[in-house]
């Protein structure tokens, strides 16, 4: 009966002792870091990994994360320099750097974040107050970005957070300004479009011209040699025919009396009312082009 209460009471203080030394022990993980308090205040801070002991009741651990953390702000409209109304999404990551300050400041994430977002969202109002629309979207962007994180870190500081990045997710203009800014560069595309096209077609024109400029004066030169050739040609012709009626009168006039012949009595609706006996007709009456009367036949003309 002695060793069941023995062995009973062996086995309680076993698991009180188990207890307690659970109670007494925590463990800190790779990405996290703990406070331990007691009643309240900062006794010890755990930043590295490992197993640590702490008094049990009196004192607690509150475990912080050492990795990057999300912030999403919610959409806001801001004014811009140029008095354009634009719609900013923007986003935050930060990390905790002073878990003690940290502690005191926020207590937790969800504190953080709703400190850190009034900071972040202050200051994007005030930055981008300073910057025009095209600056804003395009020119001066990154460099406005690296202003606001500047800001926000400097802020930041006091809750013992680093902002790693401040960046704007999108900038855009308020649903009712939207379709009358589309119009309006549709309308100086278009007009831009008109000119190109003005100064295409002026081009073309002018190139136009060029061509039949030089189309013309190859023409002309064109016509020019022809003309000279064609009376090369018509003066070494005349100078043959010159020749040949030097050497043989009788023939060339027979030559072309035929000649006159197959040109003048073609058929064709032209009707010739000659007399028989004239000289045109002497080779039908003599085949040697003899007159009639007995004359010695008329030489023809040089062509």
Same mark, same amino acid.
């Given at each position: 009966?002695? $060793?069941? /209460?023995?062995? +009973? ?9 188990? &207890? ?15 406070? &331990?308090?007691? %009643? $309240? ?13 702490? /008094?049990?009741? =009196?004192?607690?651990? &509150? ?15 801001? =004014? ?21 300050? %940290? ?5 937790? /994430? ?18 981008? #107050?300073?910057?025009? %629309? ?25 809750? $013992? ?23 309006? +560069? ?16 002026? *081009? ?13 004066? /190859? ?8 003309? @000279? ?6 003066? @070494?012709?005349?100078? *043959? ?9 009788? %023939? ?39 007159? #009639? ?7 023809? #003309?040089?062509?």
């Amino acid at each position: 009966m002695n $060793g069941n /209460v023995l062995k +009973m009471t062996g086995l309680i203080l076993l698991a009180a002792a188990l &207890v307690l030394l659970y109670s007494a022990t925590f463990v800190v993980q790779q990405t996290q870091q703990a406070l &331990v308090l007691r %009643f $309240g205040a900062v006794r010890q801070v755990a930043a590295l990994p490992g197993l640590y002991f702490k /008094v049990p009741l =009196i004192e607690s651990v &509150v475990y912080v994360d050492k990795r990057i953390l999300d912030l999403d702000l919610p959409e806001q409209e801001v =004014i811009a320099a140029d008095q354009k109304r634009l719609v900013v999404d923007a986003f935050t990551r930060y990390k905790i750097i002073d878990p003690v300050r %940290f502690y005191q400041a926020v207590n937790n /994430v969800a504190g953080a974040n709703l400190r850190l977002g009034s900071i972040v969202n202050s200051t994007v109002r005030s930055v981008l #107050a300073e910057a025009t %629309f095209t600056d804003i979207v395009r020119t001066e962007r990154a460099k406005l970005m690296g202003e606001i994180r500047d800001d926000v870190n400097e802020q930041a500081g006091g809750l $013992g957070l680093a902002v790693v990045d401040v960046r704007l997710r999108r900038v855009d203009l308020p649903q009712q300004n939207s379709q009358a800014v589309y119009q309006r +560069m549709q309308t100086e595309r278009q007009r831009e479009a008109a000119d190109i096209r003005a100064q295409g077609t002026q *081009i073309a024109q002018g190139i136009r011209a060029r061509a039949d400029r030089d189309v013309a004066v /190859v023409l002309a030169e064109a016509n020019r040699k022809a003309e @000279e050739t064609r009376g090369q040609g018509d003066a @070494e012709r005349n100078r *043959i025919y010159a020749e040949a009626y030097g050497r043989d009168p009788e %023939f060339f006039a027979f030559y072309r009396s035929m000649q006159a012949y197959e040109q003048g009595l073609k058929s064709s609706d032209t009707r010739l009312v000659i007399a028989p006996d004239t000289d045109f007709f002497r080779f039908f009456a003599d085949p040697r082009g003899r007159a #009639a009367a007995g004359a010695a036949p008329a030489a023809p #003309a040089r062509p």
